[in-house]
């Protein structure tokens, strides 16, 4: 969406959704916690 790239059904962005599977466990939760923050950005 616009210039952030977010998706706006789950805030992330092409190459996270691309590397999700292959992300180290630390990497995917600061992903997950930061996602919800993303969400309400959109929502605004």
């Known amino acids: 969406s616009g210039q952030n790239n977010w998706c706006l ?3 992330c ?3 996270e959704c691309q590397q999700w599977r292959s992300m180290k466990p630390y990497a995917g939760n600061i992903l997950l916690r ?3 923050k993303r969400m309400s ?3 605004k």
């Open 34 to 36: 930061e996602l919800p």
């Open 13 to 15: 962005t092409r190459q």
């Open 9 to 11: 059904g789950c805030g």
């Open 41 to 43: 950005k959109l929502k």
